[in-house]
């Protein structure tokens, strides 16, 4: 057990829709990190927040936002949804930013698109 | 293009056997290089972070290393074990909060 916890583990939702994924980080952790893991794809990173601010952004769509909370946990929202958008969500936390903090990852939420 | 490439994309080894595994990347600049071991529908775990000055680091049947000047590492796994299935990631800090993830490798182990 990383100590990330993510909810919920599995979602089923439809095409145009919006969903709210969350992640509670490590207790002490101050950064969060969102990725999206397609089939078969590598981890693609989306967002970065550090103590409640935006640090770091990649390949997140504009459909897409994050926020991370004054008790650091953060949510990552999906909107318009589209069947692409079906993969694996990954939470990572670590203490600090930078090079050198190991980051923690959850298990993750499976969001389906039908 | 990706700035971390892994080969082989999978492969499959008999239960007892090693493999190695190999990573290149173009990032710079570097800070550090990490393998994380993922197993299915399961978030990455970090087995070994190196940074530009190590050639060789191990974790029990792991052992990773890492040419700064050819910017390539590997992963060899001795003896490997039913457990081992899973993806394997190579990962390439820089010297910020960037984490640049390669697409993996997929290991099938074989009794």
């Known amino acids: 057990d990383s100590g990330v916890t993510q909810t919920p583990k599995h979602l089923i939702t439809a095409t145009g829709q919006r969903v709210t994924l969350r992640c509670s980080p490590r207790?002490?952790?101050?950064?969060v990190y969102w990725y999206q893991q397609s089939l078969d794809q590598g981890l693609q990173f989306l967002i970065q927040y550090y103590n409640g601010e935006e640090r770091a952004k990649g390949n997140i769509l504009e459909r897409f936002s994050a926020q991370q909370f004054p008790d650091l946990h953060s949510e990552l929202n999906l909107s318009s949804l589209e069947l692409g958008d079906s993969a694996l969500y990954f939470c990572?936390?670590?203490?600090?930013?930078?090079?050198?903090?190991?980051?923690?990852f959850g298990q993750g939420t499976r969001l389906t698109v039908v | 293009k990706n700035q971390v490439e892994q080969s082989p994309q999978s492969l499959i080894i008999l239960e007892g056997k090693n493999c190695t595994l190999q990573?290149?990347?173009?990032?710079?600049?570097?800070?550090?290089l990490r393998w994380y071991k993922q197993d299915t529908g399961r978030g990455p775990v970090s087995l070994t972070i190196?940074?530009?000055?190590?050639n060789t680091k191990s974790n029990g049947r792991y052992t990773a290393t890492l040419d700064a000047d050819t910017k390539q590492s590997s992963l060899h796994i001795t003896a490997s074990q039913l457990s081992d299935s899973a993806s394997y990631i190579c990962?390439?800090?820089?010297?910020?909060?960037?984490?640049?993830f390669g697409a993996g490798t997929t290991v099938t182990v074989r009794a």
């Open positions: 207790s002490g952790d101050l950064s």
């Open positions: 990962v390439v800090s820089q010297d910020d909060y960037k984490l640049s």
């Open positions: 190196m940074t530009f000055s190590e």
């Open positions: 990573c290149n990347y173009t990032v710079s600049p570097f800070s550090n």
């Open positions: 990572a936390s670590s203490v600090g930013t930078g090079g050198w903090t190991e980051a923690f």
